[in-house]
Each structure stands twice: as structure tokens, then as C-alpha cells.
């Protein structure tokens, strides 16, 4: 009897094929009329910054400045990993990530995964259908950051109901359980919804969680940096608080909405508030220098080599 011939891992995952990219005037003007965008959000939003009243606040600690650092590179990091696996990213690529996360945090939520998708197409080896990983990758992340929104608030409950929302723990934990059922459907609808294989999608889930971990981490090592004395129970809180916010579709600067709901709720003489507020307004003032000098740079580049 014959025995059946074992499948290499080539045959069973076949090689993604090259996508032909075509110069349209959606390929050739996407990009550059997003950079432009983000160019003006930031310059719009730098006029009612008091930047040196902000930057007054910022502790000189080398800590404070390491921690933020890593946090604010954490993401579009992870996301390089991603892409450079599905499209063979070049390093540049982390550059078009950050203006992705900018245009996302200044102009529109969402409004950088249509920047990335221009960028892409003229400097990434695209492979399979382009815009279906985007699209795959973000609802992957929506998913891993609704699973770990509704653990932590689970872990957290006792920790809310000291915020003082004007309803109790359990509510707001049901309210959170809610951001499951999306979740739920997703994986029920997978196979219409995703068009990745499925050993991709696996990888960038744990990448996406991974993320989440690291950037929850770092927030509250940021905010222990400058206020030592605060008790984890408040950390765990701000960090439920922050998560549930950064799950608001379409709205941009979410950092400062949190800070602004921290003032709502323990009051804006509270330290916590003014620590918040602080750094909530130096990551905006991060955002806008940054991407006005990173947009400003490929508008220039992209004139020199007309």
C-alpha cells in the first residue's frame, strides 16, 4: 500500500506573487496630498499650543525621555515587522509608519492606513491583494486591543469604580464587555473578512498584543517617572482609561481626550490631572514637530526627483 506523500511547507504555504502597481493618479497623488494634510493639521493645531508652558513641565530626567522614546517608537515598530514580513518593507518604511501613526493622531483616526496604502504602493514589494492586509492588520488590531481592553478592565474594576464616573465598576465592566462582541464576529467571519493565511494572521495578532503589552507598559512607567509615589491601583485604572479611549473610532489626539476625561472625573487641580495633561501635550507637541519636519521633507524630496 502506498504510502501518502508528506506536503513540504512551500506546498502547503505557496509563495505570494508580486502585485503589479500601476502609476494611476491614485498611486502618484495619494500620498503626497495626505503629507500635505498632515503638514497643515500640525501647523493649525502648533498655533494654540503653549509649547514652552508644556515643555516647562517635562521633567529633565534621561529616564523620562528613554521611556518615552521607546514608546512612542514601539508601534510603528511593530508595524514595520509586519509589513517587512507581507511586503519585504525597506527601513525607510519606519518613516512612512510614523507619519502613518501622525496622520492618524492629528488628522483623522484611520486617515494614516490611507496614507501607508499610497506609500506603499510606490516603494514596497506589494504582494497579494495590498489593500487587504491593510485592511487585515487593522482589524487584527482592533480585535487583540478590545480582547486586552476588557482583561485589564476586568483586573482593574475595583481600581475604576475610585474614579468616581458617577456609575459603578461592574457597569462600566459590562459597558467594556460590549467591545467583545465585534471581536466575536470577526473570528466567526473570518474567512470572509481576512484574506491572509491564517499562520499570518496568528503571527500578527501576537505582534499586535505584544504591542499593546509594551505600550501599556511604558505609559504607566511614564507617568510612575514622574509621580513615584502614586499606588499601582491608579496606574491600572489610567491604563484601563487610556485603552478604552484609544478605542473610540475616528477621533483624533486621544491623548489629550484622555487627559481631558482625567480633569472631568478626579478634577483639574489633582496632580494626576496636571501630570496627565503634561504629558498628553508632549506627545501632541511631538506629533506636530514631527510630522510637519518628516512631511516637509517628502514634499521637498518628492519635488527634487520630478
Not at 522614546?69 to 507581507?86: D, K, M, N, Q
Not at 518593507?89 to 501613526?101: D, F, N, Q, T, Y
Not at 485604572?237 to 483624533?252: G, I, K
Request: with cysteine.
Amino acid at each position: 500500500m502506498n504510502q501518502p506523500l508528506a506536503l513540504t511547507r512551500a506546498e502547503i504555504f505557496p509563495p505570494l506573487t508580486p502585485t503589479i502597481v500601476r502609476k494611476t493618479f491614485l498611486a502618484r497623488w495619494l500620498a503626497p496630498l495626505l503629507s500635505a494634510a498632515i503638514l497643515v493639521a500640525a501647523l493649525w493645531q502648533l498655533r494654540s499650543l503653549d509649547v514652552a508652558a508644556t515643555l516647562h513641565l517635562v521633567p529633565r530626567s534621561p529616564l523620562f525621555w528613554t521611556i518615552f522614546a521607546a514608546g512612542y517608537l514601539v508601534t510603528p515598530f511593530s508595524e514595520w515587522v509586519i509589513y517587512r514580513r507581507l511586503w519585504q518593507l525597506p527601513a525607510s518604511g519606519i518613516l512612512a509608519l510614523l507619519r502613518k501613526r501622525i496622520s492618524n493622531e492629528i488628522v483623522l483616526g484611520y486617515s494614516g492606513e490611507l496614507y501607508f496604502y499610497g506609500w506603499a504602493r510606490k516603494h514596497a514589494t506589494m504582494v497579494g491583494t495590498p489593500f487587504g492586509a491593510i485592511k487585515d492588520v487593522s482589524i487584527l488590531s482592533a480585535v487583540v486591543a478590545n480582547v486586552c481592553t476588557l482583561g485589564l478592565a476586568l483586573v482593574s474594576w475595583q481600581a475604576l469604580g475610585a474614579l468616581h464616573f458617577g456609575t459603578d465598576a461592574k457597569v462600566m465592566t459590562v459597558s467594556a464587555a460590549s467591545m467583545a462582541i465585534p471581536s466575536i464576529v470577526t473570528l466567526v467571519m473570518r474567512k470572509t473578512l481576512l484574506t491572509l493565511p491564517r499562520p499570518e494572521l496568528g503571527r500578527i495578532a501576537v505582534i499586535h498584543f505584544l504591542r499593546i503589552v509594551a505600550t501599556t507598559l511604558f505609559a504607566a512607567l511614564l507617568w510612575a517617572a514622574v509621580m513615584p509615589a502614586a499606588p499601582l491601583a491608579w496606574w491600572l485604572a489610567l491604563a484601563t482609561l487610556r485603552l478604552l479611549v484609544s478605542r473610540l473610532p475616528l477621533l483624533p489626539n486621544k491623548d489629550i481626550v484622555f487627559a481631558g476625561l482625567v480633569a472631568f472625573t478626579v478634577g483639574r487641580t489633582s496632580d494626576v490631572t496636571a501630570v496627565l495633561t503634561m504629558i498628553a501635550g508632549l506627545w501632541l507637541v511631538t506629533h506636530l514637530l514631527l510630522g510637519a519636519a518628516l512631511t516637509a521633507v517628502e514634499l521637498v524630496t518628492m519635488e527634487r526627483t520630478k
